[in-house]
């Protein structure tokens, strides 16, 4: 049984940095390319970020310079290291194995002064 369990969101001012988790089960997470995607409410999900089993990455042009993502397999963790937030980042990010249907309940971020 796959599970995804995103943390880490939150409410951030502008300019502000929040670091998201995710935990995985029930797949090869070492194997797996993960991704981390967003949805803001009214919109379709997009993908943010993506990184692949050997490390190499993938940023959306909008979040390009500000977003890190990285893993640790020994934890079977992906996370998203967002910095200079903006208020456009504000959704529900997600984070998702590549190719997948498998999706967790997401967590929250509200960036708003």
């Known amino acids: 049984q796959v599970q995804l369990v995103e943390s880490g969101g939150g409410l951030v001012q502008p300019g502000g940095s929040l670091r998201l988790s995710c935990a995985a089960s029930?797949?090869?997470?070492?194997?797996?390319?993960m991704g981390w995607y967003r949805q803001a409410p009214g919109l379709q999900r997009d993908r943010v970020a993506l990184i692949f089993s050997d490390g190499n990455t993938n940023y959306a042009d909008s979040v390009k310079g500000r977003f890190t993502i990285f893993r640790d397999n020994a934890k079977n963790t992906v996370y998203l290291q967002m910095n200079s937030l903006k208020p456009e980042d504000t959704a529900v990010y997600y984070c998702?194995?590549?190719?997948?249907?498998?999706w967790g309940q997401g967590t929250s971020v509200t960036v708003s002064s």
């Open positions: 998702n194995p590549w190719g997948s249907n498998y």
């Open positions: 029930g797949i090869i997470f070492s194997r797996s390319a």
